[in-house]
Structure formats: structure tokens, C-alpha cells
């Protein structure tokens, strides 16, 4: 069964740089019909996907968070990355990792596994 | 940018029928997903490729698509289905993924 858990700092201050990590187990990270996604959700409001990584390292971006936005994927460690640069108290959210089913690298479809999710608070 | 809309909210009795709807221009051409969260959890896949039931989910789960309308239909609600419910899909370049705004299914 395959597994996906975040971790990273709970608590990030303005204007710094959020990072997290997804760590695979279960299963293999290096697919051409899976990649690995991040996807946010702040207290109380809907689910918002931030970017999506290919093994091979190709990556999709939300278009509204792309300036601040890298994923990044250590395939040696099973893990995959998310950095998100100059956080404000509106990046505050749960952030949960994911499994993304894809049709190929310009298609993607639907999230099959996810993690439990992390919630990062940004705070001084 | 591309959206999905949901109805904020649906009610039901247990024992009746749900039907969530979501739309967006592009659902003609990109498959529709549907997702349940419980508060607390991770949201779970209930729908995907427009009607299709992944192993493990009741069948009382269905989904249908009329062009750029999709629908999720619960059929006999039982008070476990009370949750919030997602969907999905991707604008037309296919690279685009976008979650509808959600919809909390209340059972009366």
C-alpha cells in the first residue's frame, strides 16, 4: 500500500521560505504514468493545487503561485520537495503531498494517494 | 484563469438522492474528478474519469457528464456521506489543475 507522509517546520515567519518534504513508501516515485503533486488548503477554505513533478524532473505550476514556487524530486530518497519563497500570513494552510495520475507529461488527471496532510502556520 | 463552480451547499434526508454539480467550460474535453473530505482528513477519490468508481467506494456513488456540466449523484444518502465534496479537472492545455470551490453535503 503506498504511503505518503509530509514533514517540515509547522511554523514559518513572513516573508520566508516555506519548505516541506514528501517521503514515498510502498511503492516506486519513478513512473512515467504517475508523478508527485502538492496541494494546499487554508483553514476553513477549499483545496488549491500548487505544482506537480514529473520523475524525470519536468514540473507544472499553479500560474498563480509559479514566481514563488519549486518542486523538486530526490528519486535515490523516495522523496520529493516543495520550497515556497516569501510567504505571507495567506500561505498559512494545510499542505498535503500527493500521487498525481498523468496521461503522459501534458496531461494531468486526477490525485489517487495523499498524504495526511501538515498544516504550516506563516507567523512572527 | 480557469474555474469550476459549485453550489456552496446541498442538503438531503437519508434515503434520498444528492445530486452536486460542478461546471466549467473545459469539462467537454478534460475529464472530471470528484473527491470526499471528512474533517480532519485527506480528501478521498470518489469519481474519476467523469464516472468511473474507484475499488472500495460504495455504489451509491455515480457521476455523469453533459458537456460542460458534470455531476455527482449519491443515491440512498446515508448520514456517513456527510462531508465536503470537490471536484476536479484541468484546463484545456491539460497542465492546468483546478479544484472546484466545494460543496458541503448536509444529511438532515
Known amino acids: 500500500q503506498l504511503q505518503l507522509q509530509e514533514s517540515g517546520p509547522g511554523l514559518v515567519k513572513p516573508s520566508e521560505t516555506l519548505s516541506l518534504t514528501c517521503s514515498v513508501s510502498?511503492?516506486?516515485?519513478?513512473?512515467?504514468?504517475?508523478?508527485w503533486a502538492w496541494i494546499r488548503q487554508p483553514p476553513g477554505k477549499g483545496l488549491e493545487w500548487i505544482g506537480t513533478?514529473?520523475?524525470?524532473?519536468?514540473?507544472h505550476y499553479n500560474p498563480s503561485l509559479k514566481t514563488r514556487v519549486t518542486v523538486s524530486v530526490e528519486t535515490s530518497k523516495k522523496q520529493f520537495s516543495l520550497n515556497l519563497s516569501s510567504v505571507t500570513a495567506a500561505d498559512t494552510a494545510v499542505y498535503y503531498c500527493?500521487?498525481?495520475?498523468?496521461?503522459?507529461?501534458?496531461?494531468?488527471?486526477?490525485?489517487?494517494?495523499w498524504g495526511q496532510g501538515t498544516l504550516v502556520t506563516v507567523s512572527s | 484563469s480557469y474555474e469550476l463552480t459549485q453550489p456552496p451547499s446541498v442538503s438531503v434526508s437519508p434515503g434520498q438522492t444528492a445530486r452536486i454539480t460542478c461546471s466549467g467550460d473545459?469539462?467537454?474535453?478534460?475529464?472530471a474528478y470528484w473527491y470526499q473530505q471528512k474533517p480532519g482528513q485527506a480528501p478521498v477519490l470518489v469519481i474519476y474519469?467523469?464516472?468511473e468508481r474507484p475499488s472500495g467506494i460504495p455504489e451509491r456513488f455515480s457521476g455523469s457528464n453533459s458537456g460542460t456540466t458534470v455531476t455527482l449523484t449519491i443515491s440512498g444518502v446515508q448520514a456517513e456521506d456527510e462531508a465536503d465534496y470537490y471536484c476536479?479537472?484541468?484546463?484545456?492545455?491539460?497542465?492546468?489543475?483546478?479544484f472546484g470551490g466545494g460543496t458541503k453535503l448536509t444529511v438532515l
Open positions: 473545459a469539462l467537454p474535453n478534460q475529464y
Open positions: 500527493a500521487r498525481h495520475v498523468t496521461g503522459g507529461e501534458f496531461q494531468l488527471l486526477n490525485f489517487d494517494y
Open positions: 474519469k467523469d464516472n
Open positions: 476536479q479537472s484541468a484546463d484545456t492545455s491539460g497542465t492546468y489543475v483546478v
Open positions: 513533478i514529473f520523475y524525470s524532473g519536468t514540473t
Open positions: 510502498g511503492g516506486s516515485i519513478s513512473s512515467s504514468i504517475y508523478s
